[in-house]
């Protein structure tokens, strides 16, 4: 693992929260992002909680072009984290869950990160390996 790799992943994690916290306004208590990294494609994804009750971009009531928008966003940020990781010879996660408690409010996001690497599961909090 080359030196800088983890703080690199992790800016590019941060910034998928970030995105979430940008289309909802951080008007939300709780983002749940998704990602996955498979041979054939990238989706990238989130639910928000907020009310009590769990939210979509759609029900939120976000523009149509800012949930595309936002969704190419985020998927252009996994072409960066997979680049990231195949430059590090580091195996590439193939699917991300990320938790962040807005109400919280924490300058530095507290994300749990569920990665399936090789067939192995692996629970992170906070940090890459």
Known sequence: ?????????????SGLISLCL?????KV???FAYASIEKDGLMFNAFFKMNNKVETLN??????????????????DLVKLKDL???DDTPIPKEMKM???????????????????????AFLQGKYL
């Open 1 to 13: 693992m080359k030196r800088g790799f983890e703080d690199k992943f992790m800016d590019l994690q």
């Open 22 to 26: 940008e289309v909802t306004e951080n």
């Open 29 to 31: 208590d709780k983002i």
């Open 59 to 76: 029900t939120l009531g976000i523009d149509k072009t800012l949930r595309r928008e936002f969704l190419e966003t985020g998927t252009l």
């Open 85 to 87: 990781c195949l430059e």
């Open 99 to 121: 938790y962040y408690d807005v109400k919280q409010g924490s300058t530095t996001p507290s994300i749990s990160i569920h990665l399936y690497v090789l067939g192995k599961v």
